[in-house]
């Protein structure tokens, strides 16, 4: 018999450690949680009490699933806070202005 060259490997690159895998696996970062990033936005933009609300349900759902975004919902609970505040003040003095504007007459 004649002397055969010997197999060559089909991947790019050889193994450099027989038994173990030619590339690391790739380990992918969990998701951000969806409620999060809404706690976020509707605390900041859109209606302050909502955000709250969702920061309350992403904490307990990262809490579950140990997504991503703890401190998107924090932050989304801390300026729904702040906002909610914030607009609950400029209610009362408007309608102290309303009511000393209205007395007036």
């Known amino acids: 018999m004649t002397d055969l060259p010997p197999p060559q490997h ?4 050889p193994n450099p450690m027989p038994g173990h895998p030619p590339y690391p696996p790739h380990a992918y970062p969990a998701p951000f949680n ?12 859109v209606f302050p009490p ?13 809490a579950w699933t140990g997504e991503r975004g703890a401190e998107l919902a924090t ?6 806070w702040i ?10 003095v408007w309608c102290g202005a309303a009511a000393v504007f209205l007395s007036s007459e």
């Open 10 to 13: 089909s991947s790019p690159t």
């Open 34 to 45: 969806t409620y999060a990033i809404l706690a976020l936005v509707l605390g900041a933009m």
């Open 50 to 62: 909502l955000g709250i609300y969702f920061a309350k349900k992403a904490k307990e759902q990262i």
């Open 75 to 80: 932050a989304g609970a801390v300026v729904g």
């Open 83 to 92: 906002f909610t505040i914030f607009y609950g003040l400029m209610i009362v």
